[in-house]
């Protein structure tokens, strides 16, 4: 419920320490003993303390620090469907590129947002490791880091979408849109003199699909002639 109460308990000086905290939160935070508020010092658990006399009813109230989440929204400009997978990198000391290992694997789906969950505050990046069959490779639109477009590509091509700055007790929100591998091809059946749009005429449209996946050959509308 979120507060406890000892009743019936000897005059004296207590110490309450916080040894664990809830889901989602973090160790810092404040103390507040009556009119007094103390902030709690970097890497050592909250702690206040206490003098109770005869017949004095005091509280002692703990406020904890929310972990910094990140949200993001996938959006593809077309229909898609199937998953996009990320990992989630912190940013080198400058702030500027990824570093060391993945923190924690995400999964979204176009139009769906995903949410991360930090233990700390700082920079962070998304690597974008797959994709479904009609998005182009990342690796293709993006060629280069683009600090403006938050974007970082690696020696390997590599695309990370960042930095995205994280804080203690707020939520980033951010949109990855991607683009994808389709076009659209118009028949015109003209008058040879006038130029006049005719009907009447029939077609057959075929596509040369060496190299195609099953998914990529999925999102082809009925009627074509595979060769």
Known sequence: SGQIALSGIPNGTYTVTEVSVPEAYLSTGSVTVGETTTQGAAGQALSGSVTLNTL???????????KPVLTFTKNVAGNVSGDFTFELYAADAAGTAPTGDKIETITVQDGKSAYVTVDAAGAYFLKEVSWPAGVIDP?????????????????DKNVYYGPYTLNNNDTSTQTITNTPNSGSLTINKLDAKTDAKLT?????????TTGWSEELIGLLPSGFKLV
């Open 56 to 66: 004095e009813q005091k509280t002692i109230t703990f406020k904890n620090d929310k």
């Open 139 to 155: 690796s293709i639109v993006y060629t280069a880091t683009d600090a403006d477009a938050k974007v970082y590509v690696d020696a």
């Open 200 to 208: 009447g005429a029939t077609f057959t449209v075929s596509v040369d």
